[in-house]
């Protein structure tokens, strides 16, 4: 089967030069990377993920690996320190971050020091798929409502600004809820109903557009399972307003000590024909449809920019069996985005078009 990419006038933002310092197993590492699939390949513990690791802590200010990101400071140093030259349509911009071990962190664009994590994930937007992400399907409701909120900000770049407001007013609810406060308690409901419907028709709207693209990968990729489907869950009953949902909870929210539905309940259910598909499907369907997931994702995001996404591929061919690996690769490569893959088997990725990097045990 061939694949065709849609017509594009995105440029692509890529990485021409990384550079990392105390980073993990790397003293000191320079990867001079080529704007189309980028593979290390190495065996385990040889610093490939790592690799790809820097790219999204850079880029996101969080790592998929660790929730304590002073764990990647090389032992027996102080700090560690991501740097990354771009380019964007001919003109260069430098990206930099650095953490201590007091978790202080640094971050520069073009040489400058900036306050805002935003501004590079802005700058330099970054999908990451590691082995965690198959679990789409399994995992959380938190874990999906992440993910489509980190979507929601790339589509929309001051959605952050109302996530940030929502989530106050919701912790100052809960305490008046603990601490049984009612007089309080009508007018800072009002303001969270009037900001959480707004936040739920930002994430619905993205999710609409990710639900589109997934249907058509999905009919396009993987024929056979094309009855899958995404469903949105707001976190309350569709049946109710929110404001009706909090006045008929209100008994049990005082009891509970906090909002029992609300935004934070909101979900992305992955169904066929009525049920869940993570009670139905084998694993390896499972991994393909979270796979689609993601790549409908990494779509929505370049659709909504100027500019095309980096895509970082963590063992991308251990997590799917050969045939299914080289036919989504097949994909991967006629996208525009520039790509970085980790693999153990550097013979899968011989005779391609792609800049082979081959990281040695340290």
């Given at each position: 089967?061939?694949?065709?990419?849609?017509?594009?006038?995105?440029?692509?933002?890529?990485?021409?030069?990384?550079?990392?310092?105390?980073?993990?197993?790397?003293?000191?590492?320079?990867?001079?990377?080529?704007?189309?699939?980028?593979?290390?390949?190495?065996?385990?513990?040889?610093?490939?993920?790592?690799?790809?690791?820097?790219?999204?802590?850079?880029?996101?200010?969080?790592?998929?690996?660790?929730?304590?990101?002073?764990?990647?400071?090389?032992?027996?140093?102080?700090?560690?320190?991501?740097?990354?030259?771009?380019?964007?349509?001919?003109?260069?911009?430098?990206?930099?971050?650095?953490?201590?071990?007091?978790?202080?962190?640094?971050?520069?664009?073009?040489?400058?020091?900036?306050?805002?994590?935003?501004?590079?994930?802005?700058?330099?937007?970054?999908?990451?798929?590691?082995?965690?992400?198959?679990?789409?399907?399994?995992?959380?409701?938190?874990?999906?409502?992440?993910?489509?909120?980190?979507?929601?900000?790339?589509?929309?770049?001051?959605?952050?600004?109302?996530?940030?407001?929502?989530?106050?007013?919701?912790?100052?609810?809960?305490?008046?809820?603990?601490?049984?406060?009612?007089?309080?308690?009508?007018?800072?409901?009002?303001q969270y109903v009037k900001l959480a419907e707004q936040l739920?028709?930002?994430?619905?709207?993205?999710?609409?557009?990710?639900?589109?693209?997934?249907?058509?990968?999905?009919?396009?990729l993987m024929p056979n399972l094309s009855d899958t489907q995404?469903?949105?869950?707001?976190?309350?009953?569709?049946?109710?307003?929110?404001?009706?949902?909090?006045?008929?909870?209100?008994?049990?929210?005082?009891?509970?000590?906090?909002?029992?539905?609300?935004?934070?309940?909101?979900?992305?259910?992955?169904?066929?024909?009525?049920?869940?598909?993570?009670?139905?499907?084998?694993?390896?369907?499972?991994?393909?449809?979270?796979?689609?997931?993601?790549?409908?994702?990494?779509?929505?995001?370049?659709?909504?920019?100027?500019?095309?996404?980096?895509?970082?591929?963590?063992?991308?061919?251990?997590?799917?069996?050969?045939?299914?690996?080289?036919?989504?690769?097949?994909?991967?490569?006629?996208?525009?985005?520039?790509?970085?893959?980790?693999?153990?088997?550097?013979?899968?990725?011989?005779?391609?078009?792609?800049?082979?990097?081959?990281?040695?045990?340290?």
């Amino acid at each position: 089967m061939s694949f065709g990419c849609d017509a594009s006038s995105n440029l692509v933002v890529s990485i021409t030069t990384l550079k990392l310092s105390a980073f993990r197993c790397f003293e000191q590492a320079d990867f001079q990377l080529s704007p189309g699939i980028n593979v290390l390949s190495g065996p385990n513990g040889s610093g490939k993920t790592s690799v790809l690791e820097a790219v999204n802590f850079l880029s996101t200010g969080k790592s998929f690996r660790t929730a304590k990101p002073k764990n990647m400071i090389k032992k027996g140093s102080d700090a560690f320190s991501v740097f990354a030259q771009l380019s964007d349509n001919g003109q260069q911009q430098t990206l930099g971050c650095q953490l201590d071990k007091s978790s202080k962190k640094t971050l520069k664009h073009n040489q400058h020091n900036i306050k805002k994590q935003t501004v590079l994930a802005a700058t330099l937007p970054t999908l990451s798929i590691d082995p965690h992400s198959y679990l789409f399907c399994d995992n959380t409701p938190q874990y999906r409502r992440s993910f489509l909120d980190w979507m929601v900000f790339h589509v929309k770049h001051d959605y952050i600004l109302l996530w940030r407001q929502v989530v106050k007013l919701q912790k100052h609810i809960n305490h008046l809820l603990k601490h049984k406060k009612l007089d309080e308690l009508k007018v800072w409901l009002a303001q969270y109903v009037k900001l959480a419907e707004q936040l739920n028709e930002e994430r619905y709207s993205v999710f609409s557009m990710l639900q589109k693209v997934f249907n058509q990968l999905m009919y396009q990729l993987m024929p056979n399972l094309s009855d899958t489907q995404l469903n949105y869950q707001p976190g309350w009953s569709s049946e109710l307003s929110l404001s009706d949902t909090l006045l008929k909870d209100m008994e049990g929210n005082l009891q509970y000590g906090q909002l029992r539905n609300g935004i934070h309940r909101m979900d992305i259910q992955v169904k066929s024909s009525g049920h869940f598909i993570k009670d139905i499907y084998s694993r390896g369907q499972k991994k393909m449809t979270a796979l689609i997931c993601y790549l409908s994702c990494l779509k929505v995001m370049d659709n909504s920019s100027d500019h095309h996404s980096l895509l970082c591929l963590d063992d991308f061919d251990a997590e799917l069996d050969g045939s299914n690996a080289h036919f989504f690769f097949d994909y991967i490569k006629t996208l525009p985005n520039q790509i970085l893959i980790s693999t153990v088997d550097n013979q899968r990725y011989e005779n391609k078009e792609v800049k082979m990097f081959h990281v040695k045990q340290l």
